[in-house]
């Protein structure tokens, strides 16, 4: 970090250049409200050589986004694992918002018979009735807003978020979807799917397609409480490693800073079950975010001066302007 303390507008004694100031250069802590930070304190003057400022950061709220297909595990989001997500990122600090794609959803489901009911309802409206406020439009999803991107599972992830299971292994990503993903991953933050939500990103960043390739899970391949072994071959096909683990386990890729648990695809799950996965995959994904933060929390700095007036927004501290650079 490189400050510039504007010298002389207040100071009885007139600025002799760098090397003067650099004397009654002072030890200060300070932080930066653009990253909800606020000025702390000073702790000693350096009366002579030259001081480094040592600059202390507090660690700002988590921001997740949620990224929700419709309401209902056979043609949306499955319910008690978005729940779970939402509750969890709440319990460990997150403040979040919900996303989802301003369309029809493929079909509508029956979860009574199975059966399909002729009628179109649109993903954003069904999504609301998980997320309770407002669900944002996936375009205006910024990943540079967020500290992490959340995915939970359902049919509906599969049919509307991807075609995975109307298309297979040759299923395509639909692209707003993709290109979130990728957002994130650019800006190295994590991303965290539940489910059969990790097919997206099997497809996103597998090496078939041009990808790191993951390690993963999506659960296990014994039957009947795990009946979708297709599944994990598929995304082993898409370029991937699998990790073979329950539902109350998760799986973090910390290379590409990945994270998925496997949720309902075992059959015969629980809910307690569901959430101890999701709970456990959250509260990880949260303790890494804080050690990020922690990181920026106390570096070394340095102030250099200038006689010349700025008008540049800036701090001041007891007769000096300290200004971003």
Known sequence: FFFQAEDGIRDVERSRGLGDVYKRQEYMGFQLQNSGMILKHFSRVVSRG???TFCSFSTKS????????????????????SVSCLI?????????DCFSLNKAQ????????????????NLMIESMRISRY????????????????????????AKNL?????????????PEVEATLKDFA??????????????????????????????????????????????????????????????????????????????????DATVS?????????????????????????QQPCLLYTSDAADDTPCVDLGGRRIIKK
């Open 186 to 267: 650019g800006l190295k933050k994590p991303i965290a799917l539940c489910c059969i939500a990790p097919v997206i990103a099997a497809r996103v960043f597998g090496k078939k397609h041009g990808g790191p390739g993951l390690k993963m899970t999506m659960g296990k391949t014994e039957a009947p409480s795990w009946p979708f072994g297709t599944t994990l071959a598929a995304c082993k096909a898409l370029g991937n490693e699998l990790v073979h683990l329950d539902s109350t386990e998760f799986c973090f890729d910390e290379v590409n800073n990945v994270y998925t648990t496997p949720c309902y695809l075992k059959n």
């Open 106 to 121: 493929h079909d509508v489901i029956n979860p009574i018979t199975g059966g399909r009911i002729n009628e179109e309802r």
């Open 50 to 52: 030259i001081a480094p």
């Open 134 to 157: 407002k669900v944002k439009e996936i375009k205006d999803l910024k990943a540079s807003d967020y500290d992490a991107l959340v995915v939970p599972g359902g049919s509906g992830v």
């Open 273 to 297: 079950e569901v959430y101890e996965g999701i709970d456990k995959m959250i509260t990880k994904l949260a303790e890494e975010a804080k050690k990020k933060q922690q990181k920026f929390k």
């Open 62 to 81: 988590l921001n997740a986004a949620v990224l929700l297909a419709g309401c209902g595990r056979l043609d949306g989001s499955e319910i008690h694992e």
């Open 162 to 174: 991807c075609n995975f299971l109307l298309k297979g292994i040759n299923f395509t990503v639909v």
């Open 88 to 96: 969890s990122l709440s319990r460990n600090g997150f403040k979040y």
